[in-house]
């Protein structure tokens, strides 16, 4: 399994950068998905930001058949009530925060980086994210769920209980059902979370609104 140095990366933006966004893919893509979307952000000072997109490593997905293929962590079901791989969570917890501490010595604190993702990359997001122990600048999950919601309460960092939160998801996502979004809002604005809650006429995808929307929000949280 992999090393929590050894993730390997897609990069955009200035070398020199003030602010990051670690983006997470979701099951079975790769770190090249979401790249192209960064030029759409519209953010006023793009290379200001560099955007890192990590690649999962493969492994084998419960879900679908046991199949390998990139994913942070094994699924075992979308049904209510079905376990969640734990163990397989904090392990990628700590690939994440490993390219955190990465950031952090080339010149970007935790206060001025984003952890962001969609799908199973959004859930992964909100689970490092939320567990982080120094304050980051936001966390974004995009038609996305919040895992292990019933240990939040006792496991969370405070340092990021006032951290700003994006969440978006479809009306019809036929992946992730759109009731997960909003529970999964609810769980966290129940714990006193500030979540932004976005919802779009889509499916299990991003559309052209969205973007805005996200480029917006990180204008916003990224210049505190």
Same mark, same amino acid.
């Given at each position: ?41 519209? #953010?006023?000072?793009? *290379?200001?930001? !560099?955007? @890192?997109? /990590?690649?999962?490593? =493969? ?5 679908? &058949? $046991? ?31 490993? #390219?955190?501490?990465? *950031?952090?010595? !080339?010149? @970007?604190? /935790?206060?001025?980086? =984003? ?5 199973? &990359? $959004? ?38 209980? !006032? ?62």
């Amino acid at each position: 399994m992999v090393e929590q140095e050894q993730l390997e990366t897609v990069e955009t933006g200035g070398q020199d950068a003030r602010y990051s966004v670690i983006w997470l893919h979701g099951l079975g893509a790769s770190g090249h998905d979401f790249e192209p979307i960064v030029p759409q952000l519209g #953010l006023p000072v793009p *290379e200001a930001v !560099r955007f @890192v997109f /990590p690649h999962a490593p =493969v492994q084998p997905v419960t879900l679908n &058949g $046991g199949m390998a293929m990139p994913s942070w962590y094994d699924i075992y079901g979308l049904a209510p009530g079905t376990p969640q791989d734990e163990q397989g969570l904090d392990r990628a917890a700590g690939w994440i925060e490993a #390219l955190i501490e990465r *950031e952090e010595r !080339r010149g @970007v604190p /935790p206060g001025r980086l =984003v952890l962001a993702g969609f799908s199973q &990359g $959004g859930a992964l997001a909100l689970h490092a994210g939320l567990r982080y122990a120094s304050g980051l600048a936001g966390i974004m999950g995009l038609s996305t769920y919040l895992p292990l919601a019933d240990h939040l309460a006792q496991a969370h960092a405070a340092a990021n209980r !006032r951290t700003p939160i994006f969440l978006a998801h479809g009306h019809h996502d036929p992946v992730l059902a759109y009731q997960l979004g909003t529970g999964s809002r609810d769980a966290l604005e129940g714990l006193g979370y500030p979540v932004e809650w976005h919802d779009y006429p889509m499916a299990h995808q991003v559309c052209m609104q969205e973007i805005v929307d996200i480029g917006a929000w990180l204008g916003r949280v990224l210049d505190r």
